[in-house]
């Protein structure tokens, strides 16, 4: 491990626990509905911070540095797709499905960070030392398997079903770039295919929920737990990649 990593780490692992130290707040509250108006506020502000660590990066060490700008505008993207996703009354005023602009704002961040791991590791390399093919074959049909068993649902909104499946083949292929990069290069590109796991898990935890139309008192709180860890390892990964 990089000896950079660790202090990398400390603003993303404290949106994490900041996070937690949240949940233990709202733990009293027994449903999804009556929780998501304390958290809004908070989670945008845990983006806001991992949104703030990747733009100073770039702006520190990225700066002339091919396809660096794309993480933070990855980043950016994710941002707003989180504010998407919190559906505050503002927007749900406006906007029929906010949660189908977080899809599409998500599917942007996710083609940036695959430019981005692209650009810091050959694609050549990847192919030859980093099984690529295979691990994105599995990972095209993982998430399509599990948008079939788990969130797809007739009768829900047919933008939010579209929109869902086709992102899980952007995810998928995030996730497999950053394991390929993990397996031929080692080093900070563990925390990145981490990172790329969580994020997995993450959304297929919010589909089976929020798209699929189930509100488990926890909506909100697993996947935004296991998101900002999976954005704090991707940040704090690629910045270490950045700076070596």
Known sequence: MSPILPWLAILPAGSVLGFLLHWLTIRGIDTAEGRLPQCRGAYLAFSAQLLLFAWAVFFF??????GAILIPAGMTFSFAGDYFNLQFPAVRRRVREPVFLGILSFAVAQVLYIGAFLALVPLRELAESGRLVPILALLLVAPAAIFRLRVYRPGRPR???????????????????????????????????AGALFFLLSDAVMGETTLHGRHPKHEYQIPWGTYLAAQGLILAGTAVVLLG
Do not use: D, N
């Open 159 to 193: 933008s939010l079903m579209l929109g869902g499946f086709l992102y899980g083949f952007a995810l998928g292929a995030m996730t497999a770039v950053a394991l390929s990069a993990a397996l031929a290069r080692g080093g900070p590109w563990i925390a990145v295919a």
């Open 61 to 66: 060490k990225g700066l002339g540095r091919y």
